[in-house]
């Protein structure tokens, strides 16, 4: 298959050299797209300022909209829709070992696939225009590799954070199962998580809405629920196996969750 495709007339590049693993920069503003497919053999990276894309490839779709971008991997076959328009701050990479692993980090964000990144307002844009790519001089040179290559930093550091917060998802699910029964505390919590409480915090209430230990009391809380309704275990029985000293202690959580006493709640169910 053909990877070379034209450039249309409202493209614009860099008039000057620029570093390895860099090819070359680009502004992009089409008012329709309809792109068949085709391949590169270099790392497309490309960041939507306006409007809206469609990435289609036989592994997946992406609609990567205002304030996203994606990534297209060296070798895969894609093609680009567009029925409104967009406009696009883009950059192609060379697929090289670059001394300082600017590669490497891509690559593993998109592990061969196409992969969007969202990034919301980036300021950064502003700086961005035609004159900096098409302005050959010593400063507007370091100016265009400068911003080019923060943008990319951007784009790495936001797909990591992406990542780490899918996988936290996951993994605190499965640990707030685990500790359901008998809680855990903050400190605990942390170090199995190898996290900072302010880290730890931060990633519970973006994906959950409330602190990481609220989420598993409320899980121990359940927990205690079903134990009062569907068994007839004595409440020391229950205290004792949910890791509370005594009735008086599990009363306390109890009543701080629903209102009621253990013994009330058991009562109300019958």
Known sequence: MNSHISCPDNYKRNVFDIPQ?????????????????HSHNKFHVNLIVKGSLDVITEKNSLKVTEGCAYIMPPGVTH???????????????????????????????CKGQATKIKLGNVKLTEYITEKTFLDSSPMSRLKGISLMTTLLLLIIEKAQNETEEENFRSQFIEAAEKHAVKGIALDELCKEFNFSKTHIERLSKKEFGCSAIKY???????????????????????????????NSHLS?????????????YRKDGK
Not at 21 to 37: G, R, S, V, Y
Not at 87 to 93: C, E, K, S, T
Not at 252 to 264: D, L
């Open 21 to 37: 693993p860099f090819e070359h920069f680009n502004l992009i503003t089409l008012q329709k797209q309809n792109l068949a497919p």
């Open 79 to 109: 093609e680009l829709v567009s029925k409104t328009g967009y406009a696009q701050i883009g950059m192609d990479i060379n697929d090289i070992n670059d001394k300082n692993g600017l590669v490497q980090q891509v690559k593993e964000i």
């Open 216 to 246: 598993i009391e409320h899980l121990r809380f359940l927990n205690i629920c079903s134990l009062l309704t569907n068994t007839s275990k004595k409440l020391s029985v229950i205290a004792s196996e949910c890791g509370f000293c005594d």
């Open 252 to 264: 306390v959580f109890f009543k701080k969750h629903c209102g009621k006493s253990p013994a009330q």
